[in-house]
Structures are given as structure tokens and as C-alpha cells.
């Protein structure tokens, strides 16, 4: 069965500071990879999605950036952070030949203060 | 641009009843549609999927899709205190492998 991971699960950070949030995805080869942000009582904003590795879509142009460095790992990251950056980032995946079911991780939750 | 809708509610029940959550969206090419579930704190979790015209029914959910009137509802039989949840509605536009997602309904089961 396949399984999805997000680290950290909580982060609190100060404005102008680094991210890295990674996401890793397990028992399956080439998935497609999203990232995703809820901010507090607000729905689902696509950030970034990737078909391979390497292969970056990026859907909100902002301080945030996307790499796939191996088939199954997804990171979000950004060089100094936002106050607006703050909210619950969530990793998913879905089969890419056949997409029927997306299937979300854990989420990090990001303070930034 | 493409839309999903959703009443943000709360929509409150009574447990044992019946609670229909509704979402319309903008796309006509749109090709299916997913319903989760998302309790407090946590992330969202599928309950399940529909790409035809008509009801699908799994236990105690039935998702009904009708593409003409661009609809789609999740019917949850005898609601339970453990169904409070936001319900999120997403669909999945016309040859993209990614999901527009509505802004969620808050349900709430009282005992």
C-alpha cells in the first residue's frame, strides 16, 4: 500500500527566515506531486505540481518554490518567509496514468510570526 | 476561471438525519468529482468519487453527479456526532491531472 509523509508537522518561524518542507511519498514509482496551502478557515490553493522529477508547475507566483530531486520527494521552500506565508501546507499525490483518487499527507503546519 | 462552489454553512443535523452537502462548479468539461472529508487540525481524506450522471452509493454516503445542471451533493444517511467535519468539494477540470477545490461546508451532528 502507499503511504505519504510530511516533516516537520509544525514549524514556528520568524519572518525573513529560510523553509524547507518536504514531503515523500512510499510504495509507488512516478507519481503525480502537489503542494498545496489552507490558510486559517480558507479552502485548498494549489501551489505547485509536478509530473517527474525535476518538472515544476508553479501555479501562484509568490516567494515559494518547488523542487523534485527524486521520484518520490516533493520539497517546498522559500528564501525569507512571510507573515501571509503562515498556514497548513499539504503534500498529495495521485497515480499519473490513471488520476482518480488524490490522496493527501499529514500537512505541516507553518507559524510565522 | 474555473470555480467550485460550496456553502460554507454550518449546516447542523440531528443525528440519525440525513445531511445533504451541495457544490456547483463552473467548468462544464469538468470530468469528476471528489468529495473528502476534513476533521479539525487534520488533513482531508476522500470519501469517494464520481465521473457519471447519477447516484453512487458507498455505505452510509451516495455522491449524486447531474452535468447538466453542473451539481454535485453527498448525501450522508444517519449522520453521526463523528461526521462533523468540513466536507470539501473538488473537481477535476477537462484534460488536467490537478483539482479545483470548493472552499468547504462546516457540518455539524447533534445528539
Known amino acids: 500500500s502507499q503511504t505519504i509523509h510530511q516533516w516537520p508537522a509544525t514549524l514556528v518561524q520568524p519572518v525573513g527566515s529560510p523553509l524547507s518542507l518536504e514531503c515523500t511519498v512510499e510504495?509507488?514509482?512516478?507519481?503525480?506531486l502537489y503542494w498545496y496551502r489552507q490558510a486559517a478557515g480558507r479552502g485548498l490553493q494549489l501551489l505547485f505540481y509536478?509530473?517527474?522529477?525535476?518538472?515544476i508547475s508553479s501555479e501562484v507566483p509568490q516567494n515559494l518554490s518547488a523542487s523534485r530531486p527524486q521520484d518520490r520527494q516533493f520539497i517546498l521552500s522559500s528564501k525569507k518567509l512571510l507573515l501571509s506565508d503562515s498556514g497548513f501546507y499539504l503534500c498529495?499525490?495521485?497515480?499519473?496514468?490513471?488520476?482518480?483518487?488524490?490522496?493527501f499527507g499529514p500537512g505541516t503546519r507553518l507559524t510565522v510570526l | 476561471q474555473k470555480e467550485v462552489e460550496q456553502n460554507s454553512g454550518p449546516l447542523s443535523v440531528p443525528e440519525g438525519a440525513i445531511a445533504s452537502l451541495n457544490c456547483t462548479y463552473s467548468?462544464?468539461?469538468?470530468?469528476?468529482f471528489f468529495w473528502y472529508r476534513q476533521y479539525s487540525g487534520k488533513s482531508p481524506e476522500l470519501i469517494m468519487f464520481?465521473?457519471?450522471?447519477g447516484d453512487k452509493e458507498d455505505g452510509r454516503f451516495t455522491a449524486q453527479l447531474n452535468k447538466a445542471s453542473q451539481y454535485v451533493s453527498l448525501l450522508i444517511r444517519d449522520s453521526q456526532p463523528s461526521d462533523s467535519a468540513t466536507y470539501l468539494c473538488?473537481?477535476?477540470?477537462?484534460?488536467?491531472?490537478?483539482?479545483?477545490f470548493g472552499t468547504g461546508t462546516r457540518l455539524q451532528v447533534f445528539p
Open positions: 464520481i465521473y457519471s450522471n
Open positions: 473538488a473537481g477535476r477540470p477537462y484534460n488536467t491531472d490537478k483539482l479545483i
Open positions: 498529495a499525490w495521485t497515480f499519473q496514468l490513471v488520476f482518480n483518487e488524490q490522496f
Open positions: 509536478s509530473v517527474g522529477i525535476g518538472q
Open positions: 510504495g509507488t514509482s512516478n507519481p503525480n
Open positions: 467548468d462544464r468539461g469538468s470530468q469528476s
